[in-house]
């Protein structure tokens, strides 16, 4: 049953009607999940690379944020104290019952069942282009509210959905894709006629350059992991088809080839940021998302004679491509005035500028942007190529799967609070900062007029960035970070139709091509809001850190290994 405002009313384990899909998969949606026994749950967490159970200690420092008497170090003694019950008697915005509704109407369902969400329910658009598809990435958020208000069997439906597509063949052009390839979007067609449904999906041959989401396949298992801490429900998980599915994925990603770093490498497009941009080579985002999944992954492949091979490469993986990225990836004070400093040509394992980075190429803009506390980590590492811009997505995303150690989380908060005007402005939250213009945006974008300067993926604002920060922010013990730019997005969001993304050096403006009614702006909220009313549901998208995992090596003005 629903509550005024949309909010479900949450009693038991939901489960799921026979969807009847013409897959083997279809027994799966039959089975409710188990109530499980604590004995059960305890095997999950035993088997995980140190799972993220909510740290108490984080959700007292919040509340003590909240009431102004904070004190590093603060021990916490559960959630019955008078500050965490203060902070829980959350009054909804009046916006929340509207999100609801318009996030409602998004819903697609596959005969009869609900399987996603559309990306936009805009109708005032004359042209529709693919925003009524149900794309991975953007389901996301929709996931994680329906998660959050007990109605996991629309996520279930979409996980299994998306792992019948994933067996497809596909082909772009003559070229075969590889199996573990996840789609960017499938559509329902209705026929009315015949009362059939039938799915379409697209691994990239429709797409803007033709580009495979390298991300679907990452939020596919991040994804699964949060539907399985939400529910309790191990058996969806430990399916041979989720098994399977999770293999294949990981099969992409690790397999052996040429390359001299851990990190991937990818084309330009293949993220949220869709058209070129740039971001070619080993963006951040696809960084930090492959670093979660590898980790989500970890926690829920079965130690059989398949998923062991599996689990020691991803062990070993994690382990080098956390020193890589925050050794060779982050950036703060101290780090740009020694690549300011760096020399050049230089030759073997004693170099210092190991990728031969030309001081000359640090964009000037950098210098004023770099606060004396705080860092980040920058866009993109590669030879002779360090690509200094900020990226949202990937700073949060490196915070909560603890790619970002303690120290580096706090530093990422700090650069936000302190550079507030550029990042956030007057509506949160910019996709990348700063924007590239003239000169460099006809050669770096090839003149693309859809991302021109501070629009669209070019230092646009993007609302749905809300959710990420809002849980970074809880799990660094920084809520007010939070409220403030939810503050700031109730002030326009709703009268301004729920666009996709705003325009301007502070995002004041209805973005040019905006669609209004966007479902992950929608949703994007209400997670938002929802984990600041109940700071327990960060832990189904949150890890913590690895503590066999080496921490930032200390380092005067070298790169050493």
């Known amino acids: 049953m629903d509550g005024p405002l949309g909010l479900r009313k949450v009693g038991s384990y939901a489960s799921v009607a026979d969807a009847g899909d013409e897959l083997d998969l279809s027994r799966l949606l039959e089975k409710p999940p188990p109530k499980l026994s604590i004995e059960r749950q305890r095997s999950f967490e035993e088997r995980s690379l140190s799972e993220l159970s909510i740290s108490v200690r984080a959700f007292d420092a919040a509340a003590a944020y909240d009431h102004g008497m904070f004190s590093p170090g603060m021990r916490s003694s559960g959630f019955d104290t008078p500050a965490s019950s203060a902070r829980n008697s959350f009054e909804p915005h009046p916006m929340v019952a509207e999100a609801w509704e318009a996030l409602r109407r998004s819903l697609v369902y596959l005969r009869g069942q609900p399987v996603g969400t559309i990306a936009a329910y805009d109708h005032a658009s004359e042209e529709i282009l693919n925003y009524d598809q149900v794309f991975v990435r953007d389901f996301v958020p929709s996931a994680l509210a329906f998660l959050m208000n007990g109605e996991p069997e629309i996520v279930k439906n979409f996980l299994l959905k998306t792992l019948h597509l994933q067996g497809w063949e596909k082909k772009v052009d003559r070229f075969k894709l590889g199996e573990g390839v996840m789609p960017a979007s499938f559509k329902v067609l209705h026929d009315p006629i015949r009362k059939t449904d039938t799915l379409i999906a697209d691994f990239g041959a429709s797409a803007i350059g033709r580009v495979a989401p390298v991300d679907s396949g990452f939020w596919w298992i991040i994804l699964l992991r949060a539907y399985t801490k939400s529910t309790g429900d191990l058996s969806l998980a430990e399916t041979p088809e989720c098994q399977k599915g999770m293999r294949l994925i990981l099969a992409l990603c690790l397999s052996e080839g040429f390359d001299t770093f851990p990190t991937l490498l990818c084309a330009d497009g293949c993220s949220m940021i869709d058209r070129r941009m740039g971001i070619y080579g080993y963006p951040i985002e696809i960084q930090a998302l492959f670093f979660m999944a590898l980790r989500c992954a970890l926690s829920m492949l079965k130690h059989d004679a398949e998923g062991k091979e599996f689990v020691e490469r991803i062990v070993k993986r994690l382990h080098a491509l956390s020193y890589h990225m925050r050794s060779y990836f982050w950036l703060d004070f101290q780090q740009l005035n020694d690549i300011y400093r760096w020399k050049t040509e230089e030759y073997s394992h004693t170099a210092v500028n190991k990728f031969n980075v030309i001081p000359d190429s640090i964009p000037d803009w950098v210098f004023d942007f770099m606060p004396t506390r705080g860092g980040y980590f920058i866009g993109n590492v590669s ?92 799990k660094t013990g920084r809520p007010q970070i939070a409220r403030r730019a939810i503050e700031l997005a109730e002030s326009r969001l709703l009268k301004d139709g729920w666009p996709e993304y705003y325009d301007g050096k502070l995002g004041r403006y209805i973005g040019k091509q905006a669609r209004k009614f966007q479902t992950w702006s929608i949703a994007g909220y209400l997670v938002a809001k929802m984990m600041l009313e109940d700071p327990s549901h960060l832990g189904m998208i949150s890890l913590e850190e690895d503590k066999a995992m080496k921490p930032l090596i200390k380092r005067s003005t070298s790169w050493t290994c």
């Open 383 to 474: 030879p002779a190529r360090m690509d200094f811009r900020w990226f949202c997505l990937g700073n949060c995303v490196a915070i909560l799967s603890s790619l970002a150690t303690p120290e580096q989380a706090m530093a990422i908060m700090d650069l936000i609070e302190a550079r507030w005007e550029e990042i956030v402005g007057e509506m949160p939250l910019k996709v990348a900062y700063p924007a590239i213009e003239s000169h460099e945006w006809r050669i770096v974008t090839g003149c693309d007029p859809k991302n021109t300067r501070w629009s669209y993926h070019n230092g646009g604002s993007w609302p749905v960035l809300l959710w990420l920060l809002t849980a970074a922010c809880i």
